[in-house]
């Protein structure tokens, strides 16, 4: 006979013949001649080499171990003590129960939506993540979910969670505020058969969601391909000199005949406008000279304009000089007085009389 003990937290299987014949828990005992002891420690999975069907027929082990069967298409959250320590799929598991308390959750996830009842702090978890499928709306955007292919519904802004599992999702998004799109490099030919080359802008906001993903497939080329044809059409029926004029009308243009077309697609217009006009080296050499010929008329026009305007004001000041002798005399002491303003020494010599010439200098 042989001594021995199981401590606290601890189990003992006791063996004949490579056989379980009893369990041993916290406690001292006895063994006879021909057994052995097998001692586990009490917490985490039951590892040993027997079988579990055979294990749970002798008596009082099915008392120390915690079962959970998991079907296909589910999932067991186990909790130690409360909190979440695995997640466990399809199989059969035992559990020691120990000093820690086990406690297990199921869950179908063949179906789409994820219960309430798990926390969305839980569904961020690594041992959790693997199998939920999460998709964010950004504050600026909308989106509808489509499942199999099917529409389901809209989702507004936030976070959405769903199980992994075979069916199809899929979440279409589009951005709510006003976009620029630019149209650039558009090679057209004018009414008088110019070549040009034009950058255009649009501004537009997606006004009507479901327009724009369910009736329409890709609105943003369509909208794109729309805005070429439109701006063909429009370039088309200007010469050159006419569209320099008329460019500031393309926007009432396309708001009078494409808001429609636009408003189909889900989309609403805030501004259309021309951005750049290039044109080709000798057509833009030509148009220079054009220019400069034009500066240079309107310069020789204002030229002549003041030289006539000056001289009519010498005519002017003339007559008044020759009808008023008072006035002319003053002109006279008037240049006299800016004369003398440069003479820097006056010498004078001759007899008392020289103060009388300089007095008729002056005055007569």
């Known amino acids: 006979m042989k001594r021995i003990n199981i401590n606290k937290n601890e189990v003992g299987l006791v063996l004949k013949n490579n056989a379980v014949e009893r369990i041993l828990t916290t406690g001292k005992y006895w063994l006879w001649m021909g057994e052995k002891l097998a001692v586990y420690e009490m917490s985490g999975v039951v590892q040993m080499p027997f079988d ?17 069967e998991v079907p296909d298409m589910e999932i067991a959250l186990h909790r130690i003590n409360g909190n979440l320590y695995q997640v ?50 950004n504050p600026e955007e909308k989106g509808l979910l489509f499942v199999d292919g099917m529409f389901k519904q809209e989702l507004l802004p936030g976070s959405y969670y769903f199980w992994k599992n075979s069916i199809q999702i899929e979440i279409k998004k589009v951005d709510l505020r006003i976009v620029q ?61 006419g569209l320099m004029e008329n460019r500031e009308g393309i926007s009432s243009y ?19 406008g021309i951005k750049d006009i290039i044109l080709p080296g000798d057509v833009r050499d030509i148009m220079n000279q054009v220019l400069i010929a034009e ?10 304009r003041e030289e006539t305007a000056s001289t009519r004001s010498l005519l002017n000041t003339a007559k008044l000089l020759e009808e008023n002798n008072m006035l002319f005399r003053l002109k006279e ?9 440069k003479i820097n020494n006056i010498s004078v010599s001759g007899n008392g009389q020289v103060l009388d010439q300089l007095k008729q200098l002056f005055v007569k």
């Open 52 to 68: 579990m069907d055979l294990m749970l027929t002798i008596p009082g082990f099915a008392e120390l171990v915690d079962v959970i």
């Open 88 to 137: 466990l799929g399809a199989g059969r598991y035992f559990f020691w129960k120990g000093l820690q308390q086990n406690s297990f959750e199921k869950y179908d996830i063949s179906t789409l939506e994820i219960p309430t009842s798990i926390k969305r702090d839980l569904l961020e978890k690594s041992q959790l993540k693997c199998f939920v499928r999460m998709f964010t709306i």
């Open 181 to 241: 799109m630019d149209v650039p490099g558009q090679e057209i030919l004018t009414k008088d058969k110019a070549q040009i080359r034009v950058n255009f802008i649009v501004q537009y906001q997606v006004e009507d969601i479901y327009k724009a993903l369910l009736d329409n497939r890709d609105f943003n080329n369509q909208l794109y391909a729309l805005m070429q044809f439109g701006l063909r059409e429009y370039i088309g029926n200007f010469s050159l000199d």
């Open 333 to 341: 002491m008037e240049y006299m007085e800016k004369i003398s303003e």
């Open 254 to 272: 396309f708001f009078k005949n494409f808001q429609l077309k636009v408003e189909e697609l889900g989309l609403k217009l805030f501004y259309v």
């Open 295 to 304: 500066k240079r008329a309107q310069a020789n026009i204002i030229t002549r």
